[in-house]
């Protein structure tokens, strides 16, 4: 019950999330769920984690590079919107890919974070509705400069996204996969980001 209460949360947010950025069409009740999901701190019981994952709230440009097999890469365009929601008690962020080449249409995902105390980690929900999956990930902070969020939902593979060299107005994300428990990793993809300044 919990879990499909959380998924509900999550497709709610990313609908009020394309509602705000024009992409569909706002209604009046589209406009109550935005106003009402989102918030405009985190919440204070957070504290010290506040500065975890609330250093990346904001708009950003990107540049999605992605490895095949065969060792070529592919570079596309996006952005990527990050806010607190839920009271400031979670934050959700929006990945958009614009469309390119044989593709018409952009993807969009979003993931839901959020602390548990009890762990003392940050848990999150991945969702990907156009192919329809959902992953759950554990992140955590290394050092001051990175960020790791893991899973074993993708296939038997182990997955692993690094927020790495976050700085003010620019960060990194490598995704990677490991099929030996952890012992070494291979890239799959790699984002550039730039903060998004308000003209």
Do not use: C
Request: no cysteine.
């Amino acid at each position: 019950m919990k879990k499909h209460f959380a998924l509900w949360l999550i497709a709610s947010g990313l609908s009020s999330s394309l509602s705000a950025a024009g992409d569909v069409p706002a209604t009046a009740s589209s406009l109550n769920l935005t106003t009402a999901l989102k918030a405009t701190s985190p919440h204070p019981t957070l504290a010290d984690q506040t500065q975890v994952l609330g250093r990346l709230v904001g708009s950003w440009d990107v540049e999605y590079t992605t490895f095949a097999k065969d060792g070529t890469s592919s570079l596309r365009t996006g952005e990527f919107i990050v806010e607190w929601v839920m009271d400031g008690r979670a934050i959700q962020d929006l990945w958009i890919v614009h469309p390119s080449g044989d593709r018409k249409e952009r993807e969009v995902y979003t993931d839901l974070h959020w602390f548990d105390a009890k762990s003392r980690t940050w848990r999150s929900a991945f969702v990907d509705p156009e192919h329809g999956s959902v992953a759950r990930f554990t992140g955590r902070p290394v050092g001051n400069d990175r960020y790791v969020l893991e899973t074993p939902d993708f296939g038997s593979n182990q997955t692993r996204w690094s927020f790495y060299d976050i700085r003010r107005d620019t960060l990194a994300v490598r995704g990677e996969v490991s099929n030996d428990e952890g012992k070494t990793w291979k890239l799959e993809s790699e984002y550039k980001m730039t903060r998004r300044r308000a003209n």
